[in-house]
Every structure is written in structure tokens, then in C-alpha cells.
């Protein structure tokens, strides 16, 4: 089981904003990082650190954090975003990796 | 630009061993994680472990008692055994590079390259 929870599937129209969370005791300490991940794709990093987009990744895409939930947001997402999206941390101790369950993102 | 290319066995009977190696291209070696993750068919990623440079390594416990993570320095290369595979082990498994820091009181930790990924099977 993940350390890390999220909402199995969220739904967006085209052109609107759309946020996906993420929560876990160890977001209190760790902010999470995000990954994109389409069907026979390896993940593609999209948010990092405080809210950081590594080099072509979109602005549309943005991180915030509070409390133990980490959210990515999606301002007017395209047909292109629609994909699975996995939150990521380490857990409390430091130690070990964790993943959420991932969200399944539909654009209608 | 860095670039992790992937290799091993991708059809396995059960018990016997799995073996990836991940090769790093065009970037450090050191300062980083270099890490394993898996995703069962049609399922999420599950993290299976990590090494540094030094040849630190930290496993997930569910897999501890299996998995053996090495470092090739030498070869800018990180392999990954995992011992008495069942068809529970069927999956996609990726390399990846990791970068762990701290920004004021916060830590923050990313995989901002991964590999391709190998299908592996498990069957009989």
C-alpha cells in the first residue's frame, strides 16, 4: 500500500483548470515531486521542488503544498494531458521512496 | 543531455534470477541516486530500491530479502538482481536518476531522467 494517497481518476474539460492532490504524513517535511506517465511510457518528471518545471514542460502545469497535501495544477489542460499521474516523496524516516497510487486524468 | 540505456533478460521462469543493467550517458555519476522502480501490468510504480556512487543502497522492505542493487563506477553502470522471481514479478522495470536535497526546512526529491524500461516476464 502507498504512503502516498490519490484519487484514482479525475476529469477535466478542455481549457479548464484541474487540480490533482496527493497526501501523506511525509509531505510535512518533503515536497513531492510529479510525473507524468501516458500508456507505454516511461514517466516524465513535470513538477519538482517548491513548484519547479523541468525544461519543456509547459507553464499550465504548477505544484503547491500544505499541511500533508501536495497538489498539482493544471490551468486550461489540453487534450495532450490527459495521462496517469503519480505524486512521489520520501517517506518520514528519509529511507525509503514512495509513490502514490497515481491519477488517471481524463480531458473531455 | 543524460540518458539511462536499460538491458536484461525480459522472459524469466519462476525462481530463477532477474538481471537489469542501466548504463549512464553524457552526465555525473556521482551526486546522485541511481534507483529501480517496477509497474505490474495495468498497475502503479513501486519502488524497488537505490544506490549512490559510493555504493550506499536502501531497498523497499517488501522486496529487501530478493533484491541486490550494484554499482559500476568504472562503467557509469547500476545493475539490479532480484532473486526467486514468480509471475507477482511480471512487470515494466525502469532505471531512473534521483536528486535528494533541502530547501529550508523543506527536503524535496525527484527521478528527473528515466529509462525506456524492460518488460519482464515471468512464466513457466
Known amino acids: 500500500s502507498s504512503e502516498l494517497t490519490q484519487d484514482p481518476a479525475v476529469s477535466v474539460a478542455l481549457g479548464q483548470t484541474v487540480r490533482i492532490t496527493c497526501q501523506g504524513d511525509s509531505l510535512r517535511s518533503y515536497y513531492a515531486s510529479w510525473y507524468q506517465q501516458k500508456p507505454g511510457q516511461a514517466p516524465v518528471l513535470v513538477i519538482y521542488g517548491k513548484n519547479n518545471r523541468p525544461s519543456g514542460i509547459p507553464d499550465r502545469f504548477s505544484g503547491s503544498s500544505s499541511g500533508n497535501t501536495a497538489s498539482l495544477t493544471i490551468t486550461g489542460a489540453q487534450a495532450e494531458d490527459e495521462a496517469d499521474y503519480y505524486c512521489n516523496s520520501r517517506d518520514s524516516s528519509g529511507n525509503r521512496v514512495v509513490f502514490g497510487g497515481g491519477t488517471k486524468l481524463t480531458v473531455l | 543531455q543524460v540518458q539511462l540505456q536499460q538491458w536484461g533478460a525480459g522472459l524469466l521462469k519462476p525462481s530463477e534470477t532477474l538481471s537489469l543493467t542501466c548504463a549512464v550517458y553524457?552526465?555525473?555519476?556521482?551526486?546522485?541516486?541511481w534507483s529501480w522502480i517496477r509497474q505490474p501490468p495495468g498497475k502503479g510504480l513501486e519502488w524497488i530500491g537505490e544506490?549512490?556512487?559510493?555504493?550506499?543502497?536502501n531497498y523497499n522492505p517488501s522486496l529487501k530479502s530478493r533484491v541486490t542493487i550494484s554499482v559500476d563506477t568504472s562503467k557509469n553502470q547500476f545493475s539490479l538482481k532480484l532473486s526467486s522471481v514468480t509471475a507477482a514479478d511480471t512487470a515494466v522495470y525502469y532505471c531512473a536518476r534521483a536528486l535528494r536535497s533541502s530547501y529550508g526546512n523543506y527536503y524535496y526529491y525527484y527521478m528527473d531522467v528515466w529509462g525506456k524500461g524492460t518488460t519482464v516476464t515471468v512464466s513457466s
Open positions: 553524457g552526465g555525473s555519476f556521482s551526486g546522485y541516486y
Open positions: 544506490i549512490n556512487h559510493s555504493g550506499s543502497t
